[in-house]
């Protein structure tokens, strides 16, 4: 039977933290990376964190969008990963605490149709400083994860979630097998599989 592999983006399918990208642009870099690296390790609360830290980049132009879009880099070992899966039937899909107006081009790349991300809320060319709609954090994570196998008719069994920190703890929990990509210490704490080598080629030789 096909499996559901469900993949985190920043630090996981790709490089970079985007929101850290963006606070580079937005010269918060310091502020926002404190708060990031709390949010990662499970010390505060998802949701909060990220309202604190899309507020500190209120009247960033869009331009920074493109700018950091073009600056992220996927992981080793990404392409083969998603091409061989794809190749084989598997279903793969991204769900990220990150945001839509960045991944979207690069999960294009990759054919990945599925996702899920936050978005940015917009004003006459500039970031408010506020996230559009629910946010997602690791409850909207792993909600996602049971959605898609439900609508694809594979059984949270045969499930796959790759992810790196704490905000992927729960989809981690939920899926078949919850694999720990080059993680923080809470994520890899729950982890079914732990990947240490940062190639994500690796996750076929462990699941």
Do not use: H, W
Not at 81 to 108: C, H, M, W, Y
Not at 130 to 139: L, M
Not at 176 to 189: N, Q, S, T
């Amino acid at each position: 039977m096909n499996k559901v592999f469900l993949f985190d983006f920043d630090s996981t399918l790709i490089n970079e933290e985007v929101i850290d990208c963006l606070a580079a642009k937005a010269g918060v870099t310091e502020e926002v990376s404190g708060i990031t690296s709390s949010a990662m390790a499970g010390e505060i609360d998802f949701s909060e964190s990220l309202i604190r830290r899309v507020s500190l980049l209120s009247g960033l132009s869009v331009t920074a969008l493109d700018e950091v879009r073009a600056s992220i880099t996927l992981t080793k070992g990404a392409e083969e990963l998603i091409s061989d899966l794809q190749a084989r039937g598997d279903l793969v899909a991204v769900v990220s605490g990150g945001f839509t107006e960045v991944i979207s081009p690069k999960l294009d790349t990759l054919k990945i149709s599925r996702y899920r991300a936050n978005s940015l809320e917009i004003i006459d060319g500039k970031l408010s400083g506020k996230v559009q709609g629910k946010i997602i954090d690791r409850q909207a994570k792993a909600e996602f994860l049971r959605e898609i196998a439900s609508s694809s008719g594979i059984p949270i069994s045969n499930t796959v979630a790759i992810g790196d920190g704490a905000n992927d703890i729960d989809m981690i929990q939920t899926a078949g097998i919850g694999v720990a990509f080059c993680a923080k210490p809470a994520l890899i704490e729950v982890a079914d599989r732990v990947i240490n080598t940062r190639d994500l080629r690796e996750v076929l030789k462990v699941i």
